[in-house]
């Protein structure tokens, strides 16, 4: 089992901290702030389904793919997990899910809507610095559309890989530092679109592929598969594609031990 002693909140970055405890039960509004992560959403959990339907002993038959409830046999932890969206989604699909966020502000939203569709999901107002350091593991090791927003990348990864059990995944979701996604996540959704509010990203927090992938295998793991997500105006919806220039996942597994 991977170990991890390090300072408690160091990846904190207080004023993207500030910023998201605002948005309270607005996290839940399909035309509000989060309006571009509720389009985003569903291709992300179709990802993850398919990932992990596949990777998994019990979810590796493809009537698995079809069952109601495909990821009852996992457990999942959502680090960053805001007002919950991943968190329910995976939820409903039977995963015994762990929601993670250092804002008690962004916990209390996520506990009060997922009491609102009876969902039974752990919820904690903790960093994941002291989740990593309290020795717990999981099959899933999820950090989707937050590392751009840490203070300490490298030491958010390191305590993030702490948490994976021999045999189960981490998986990253995040913006690509390029040209493209400077005038299409910044310029073109903040402001001319306005997906969402100006200043919600710094471009130079956005993360090359190997700044995600080199952290992650230097503490044992080892990259599986990767993905790109591209939006089609005209369909007004995400999908997977090579395309890793903007928006990209990873997965990648620490080996059984």
């Known amino acids: 089992m991977a170990e991890f002693h390090g ?4 990846s904190v970055d207080r004023d993207e901290l500030a910023r998201f405890a605002r ?14 992560l509720h389009k985003l959403n569903p291709t992300r959990v179709r990802y993850l389904r398919n990932l992990f339907c596949a990777h998994f002993p019990d979810g590796s038959k493809p009537r698995e793919r079809k069952a109601e409830k495909p990821l009852s ?12 969206l991943l968190s ?16 008690d502000e962004n916990i209390a ?15 904690r107002a903790v960093t994941v610095e002291a989740l990593a350091d309290s020795g717990e593991t999981f099959d899933a090791v999820l950090a989707m559309e937050v590392l751009e927003h840490v203070a ?7 305590a993030a890989a702490a948490l994976v059990r021999p045999g189960g995944l981490f998986v990253g979701a995040t913006l690509n530092r390029t040209l493209k996604s400077y005038a299409l996540a910044i310029v073109g959704a903040e402001y001319v679109l306005r997906w ?10 956005f993360l090359r592929p190997y700044e995600m992938v080199k952290p992650l295998e230097k503490a044992g793991l080892k990259e599986i598969d990767r993905a790109g997500i591209v939006y089609h105006p005209l369909s007004d919806e995400w999908r997977l594609s090579g ?3 903007v928006n990209y996942m990873i997965a990648l597994e620490r080996p059984p031990g």
């Open 88 to 103: 329910e989604s995976l939820a409903a699909l039977g995963a015994q899910v762990t929601g993670a966020d250092p804002a």
């Open 109 to 123: 939203a996520a506990r009060r809507h997922a009491a609102q569709s009876g969902l039974a999901i752990d919820y």
């Open 73 to 84: 046999h996992l457990r999942v932890v959502d680090l960053g997990c805001g007002g919950g």
């Open 152 to 158: 300490d990348v490298k030491g958010f990864l390191a």
């Open 196 to 205: 969402v509010e100006p200043g919600t990203h710094d471009w130079r927090k």
């Open 243 to 245: 395309d890793i220039d």
């Open 7 to 10: 300072e408690a909140g160091a």
């Open 23 to 36: 948005l309270g039960d607005d996290w839940w509004d399909p035309n509000g702030p989060q309006r571009a």
